[in-house]
Structures are given as C-alpha cells and as structure tokens.
C-alpha cells in the first residue's frame, strides 16, 4: 500500500551490472510518490562508494554482479552504511540461496521474475520493520508438509509456533507484540528461543527454514 501524503521519500541505491534493468527500477521508483533513486552502481567498488557516499536508505542488490558477489558487495556495504536496508534480488529460486542473503545482511530476497509490483510491495514492507521472502520465491512449488517428528518443531510451545506465524506473514516483533497483547522484550525472548530451536540467526532465516518444514505459508501481498 503507497504511503500517505507527506510520509518520508525512502531513497534507493540500485546495484546491478545490468544497466536496463537499473533504469527501468530508477524510472518506476521515480513514479512513486514514497521512493526516489539514490543512484546506480554497476559494480561493488562504485556500490560501496555510492552509499557511503549518498548514505541511502535502502538498497536493491543484485545476487550476481558479474564476476563479483552481490552478497560480498551486501557485508561491504552493511559495513559502510549499516542503517541502510538491503534487498536482495536474483534469478536464482533456491532457497539456500535466500539463508545466504540473510547471513551476508540482507532483509528481503525478491527473485528477477517477479512483477514491478510485487517488488515495490517487498520494498515497502521492509521498509516497515519485516524481514521477508517475496511470495513468488515460493510460487511454483507445492506446499511442503508439516514435518511434525522434526525435533524443532516439536519443541515449538504454542505461544513460539504463533509468534513464528506472524513473523511468516513478514510483522517485525513490534507489530507482533501488539498483536499478541505482550511486551516488545517478551517478544524478542520468542523471537531468540524460536532462533535457536531452529538454528537459525535471524527471522529471515527462521521464516525460510520454517517455510521449508511447512510451518508457515510463503508471505503473500495480496
């Protein structure tokens, strides 16, 4: 949903050595009354310098910058401007390769062939406090069964398992923690107990993992 009127820009630093592609993103973000293009970067040296430079608020990286790593241009750039929001985008649909961004910083990972409109959904909603996977990551395949005899999801109490389904629908714990009627720091303590009963490090990585157990549905914008 677009932000209202007089909401804060959010500005976009694009990276990606495709230069088409970077500037039919910078149009369709400059179309958008809540987002502006904070510039274009083709490779990960220009990427870094760029948003220590433009301190942008958000990031759209490419998995794959043509010999570079996009994930190695991510814990660069987290390093240089650690506020700013990173989103990962790439052709690849392997969900290994979503528990990647997450651990290299990234917040969301959007694949290539998904739709403008899906991807400024994605941008909005991180920009909000989720941290998610773009619902066509998960589009193609059947819904994996719940694997009940997994030693993670039987150790899940009931209150982790409802908190673990609102983080599946992409609210960060402040939202949850509304929802619920708790605190923030009550939240956080299901937020880390969900973590290491998983063995994950993040909620990116908690809510892919439980996508793959069939715990929780791919996030859906719809």
Known sequence: MPEQEGSPTTRVLIVDDHRTFAELLAF???????????????????????????????????????????????????????????VVVSAHRDPDWVVRAAQAGASA?????????????VLRAVRQGSML??????????????????????????????????????LAPAEIARLLGISINTCRGYVKAIHLKLGVRSQLQAVVKAQQLGLVEAHSDG
């Open 28 to 86: 369709a973000l400059g179309a958008q009354p809540d987002f502006d293009c904070a510039g274009w970067a083709g490779t990960g040296a220009e990427a870094v310098e760029l948003a220590a430079r433009e301190r942008p608020d958000m990031v759209v990286m490419d998995i794959s910058l043509g010999a570079e790593s996009g994930l190695e241009v991510t814990r660069r750039i987290r390093e240089a401007t650690p506020d700013a929001t990173v």
């Open 109 to 121: 990972f959007v694949p290539k062939t998904g739709s403008l409109e899906e991807m400024l959904s």
């Open 133 to 170: 996977v773009s619902a066509s990551m998960f589009g193609d395949p059947p819904p994996r069964p719940r694997v009940t005899d997994d030693p993670a999801v039987a150790s899940l109490t009931a209150r982790e398992s409802e908190v673990l389904t609102l983080m599946g629908k992409g």
